[in-house]
């Protein structure tokens, strides 16, 4: 397996718990905070593909202090196919050097089906949904 170079970051339930939408306001927890410092001083890339309002989740990453740690963050209602892409071509690096943090599976399946690349997924899943997803995608899904 490759050694990843970007992890890009969800943000609802993902970098902070809860749905910005639904809510005004979100918390992000010292340990992510830790864990984003910590990510950086070893020099690993970190974007953000969400499907959010830019302005809000603005508002939320420089409240933290932590919005210079997203290189060229995708925070839009487009597919996360398509924000996944723009990231591996802003930073020129491929699909297989990325990791994606997420707690959606219907977007695991689009990504999939819509570019056929191999992207790596950090699941928050049940062993049922984990065992599923190995089974329908063999050759497409590797899990870190």
Same mark, same amino acid.
């Not at 718990?17 to 984003?36: A, H, P, Q, T, Y």
């Not at 969400?50 to 925070?75: A, C, D, G, M, W």
């Given at each position: 397996? !490759?050694? &990843? ?9 993902? =970098?902070?718990?809860?749905? =910005? ?34 302005? !809000? ?11 210079? &740690?997203?290189?060229? #963050?995708?925070?839009?209602?487009? #597919? %996360? ?8 071509? !802003? ?14 599976? #219907? ?26 997803? %190995?089974?329908?995608? #063999?050759? %497409?899904?590797?899990?870190?």
């Amino acid at each position: 397996m !490759n050694k &990843f170079k970007c992890i890009i970051w969800d943000l609802d339930n993902t =970098l902070w718990n809860g749905i =910005l939408i639904e809510k005004k306001d979100v918390i992000i927890s010292e340990e992510m905070i830790s864990i984003i410092h910590e990510l950086d001083k070893r020099g690993i890339i970190q974007s953000i593909a969400s499907r959010n309002n830019f302005e !809000n989740v603005n508002r939320i990453l420089t409240k933290y202090n932590i919005e210079k &740690f997203f290189l060229y #963050p995708q925070i839009n209602w487009s #597919p %996360k196919s398509e924000s996944l892409k723009k990231i591996s071509e !802003n930073l020129h690096i491929s699909y297989e050097s990325m990791v994606l943090i997420d707690d959606d599976t #219907p977007y695991y399946t689009m990504i999939i089906r819509e570019d056929g690349h191999k992207i790596k997924l950090l699941l928050d899943l049940n062993e049922e949904l984990l065992h599923a997803m %190995k089974t329908q995608y #063999p050759e %497409k899904v590797y899990f870190a």
